[in-house]
């Protein structure tokens, strides 16, 4: 556990003294206890005290109600008349259930748009809430009957856009339900990786065993994954159909406006791919990834679509990867041309920083 600093030290302590003197009732004095215990304020050394408790007070009131497997979020630029302190930024904050790319995410939301972050505060807190959601209780991290919640706080560059806040505010809706749905499904995405791996050992095509290697690989935590959808190829067919309720991760809904039309560049060439003797092929993707899973501060600039064409002896399949922590990638696994009508499999995951391989050059 880091250092506590004496400034911190203080500063935690005038925020104790200023609460008692509001009168808070027991449930906001525990949440407040909660939301200032492990966070770092030596960033926030130079945020009044005040400051800092009227933006955790205005935070609780979004959070004291958020409905299960939901988050809640909102934009605001804080006014003292409306909500009890003042600020010279616009405020980002979000409630939702703990898991992993949250800050990294919105984050990059807000660099894309070219908007500086002043001010990050992220609260664990475990939560304890009725079955419609209400916040009964913050207790001690860990104990029974709570579950731990990301409380995340932004303050960024003052907007005086309100389309253009009602916009950023859409973007990190879409963003966190990406998030949610990578997470919830990632076991089962894992699964999928599985099977492949087996049919790939068991077929006698070039270059399988090859393949196959690499996909263990990448299923042993080395690639964390996104998303996954199944596509059909009808016989004679020159584009890919995706397979109605086969989705998983950002790939979940065939309507996304993003990934919903993931392939969409491979019509056309379908055939070809479908020739191709290599097991694996690489092609560009269309799509520009929302989330970000790594702790980088790397954008998202350009993406590719990764095509794994199998042999006769495979079921065919389609994985979607991203490869760098800039890139999305997108895979398929085509059946050869006298099995068109098989089905196709998409996937999507993200590999670590810390894996070594030849970056591909970023497009406009």
Known sequence: MPTVTESTHNL????????????????????????????ELNAASDASPEELLGAATQHFRLGEVRPARAAVSVLYTPDFDRHGWHSPHTVIDVVTDDMPFLVDSIT???????????????????????????????????????????????????IGDTDLIADL????????????????????????MHEAD??????????????????RWIAVNNFVFLGYAEYRAASGSRSLTRVAESGLGILRYPDHPRFGTCLAGIPGVVAELARDPLPAILVKADARLT??????????????????GLSSACTPR?????????????GARLPPSDRMSASCRAATV???????????PATN
Request: a neutral charge; charged letters at 25%.
């Open 291 to 308: 989330m970000l899973p790594l702790a980088s501060s790397a954008m998202t600039r350009a993406a590719a679509l990764s095509v794994y």
């Open 108 to 158: 990059m939301v807000v660099y894309r748009r070219g908007l500086v972050i002043h001010r990050l505060l992220h609260p664990l807190i475990s939560a304890e809430r009725d079955a419609e959601g209400k916040l009964l209780r913050t207790l001690p991290r860990g104990a029974a009957g709570s579950q731990p919640e990301s409380w995340i706080h932004l303050e960024i560059d003052r």
């Open 169 to 192: 505010h859409r973007e990190i809706v879409d963003v966190l339900a990406d998030v949610r749905a990578a997470v919830e499904d990632g076991a089962t995405m894992q699964q999928r």
């Open 198 to 215: 087996v049919e790939m050992a068991a077929a006698t095509a070039e270059a399988c065993d090859e393949v196959a290697a690499y996909l």
């Open 318 to 330: 389609t994985f979607t990867m991203w490869r760098q922590p800039t890139y999305l990638y997108c």
């Open 12 to 39: 935690r302590r005038n925020l104790r003294e200023i609460a008692e003197h509001q009168n808070f009732s027991a449930r906001v004095g525990e949440y407040l206890d909660s939301y200032f215990v492990d966070v």
């Open 350 to 360: 993200t590999r670590p920083c810390s894996m070594s391989s030849k970056p591909i």
